[in-house]
């Protein structure tokens, strides 16, 4: 988490224009990420909200900081970092999680072995004691069942 102090230090200065002020906030920033929860890793964009989020408040209380710019393009946080992003897949794959507990269990086993662990059909076959065109069969099978129920 201290690998981004300066990021995050450089990113407020640019917001706020005082560096006395940036060391506050930078500090409040780390201080509210460490109290929410001590034990976790916290991530850079998770820092960069909070900071931009006290930025914000401060100048609400105060009329100190007169300008709040957020320029997306210096400070972009990759998609896959983004808090929002992050639940949005993790709740996108319990719910896919939950469809292929439907599945009937040979067509299950095959999808699961080849699209979540990477088995090749090959060795799908030969853990689960059938052919090759069985398991493609069963990973077709999982597959047309799968896309029938997320359309719905």
Known sequence: MLVYYKDIFNFVTKLVGDKEAAKDITQEAYAKCIELDSNKEINRSFLYKVAKNIVIDESRKNKKI???EFQEEIYSIPKDEQPDEIVLETNQYEN????VETLPNRSKEAFLLHTIDGYSRKEIAFMMGISPNAVEKHIIR??????EKLTK
């Open 66 to 68: 007169s300008q709040i």
């Open 96 to 99: 896919l999680m939950k469809i």
């Open 142 to 147: 999982a597959t047309k069942n799968l896309q």
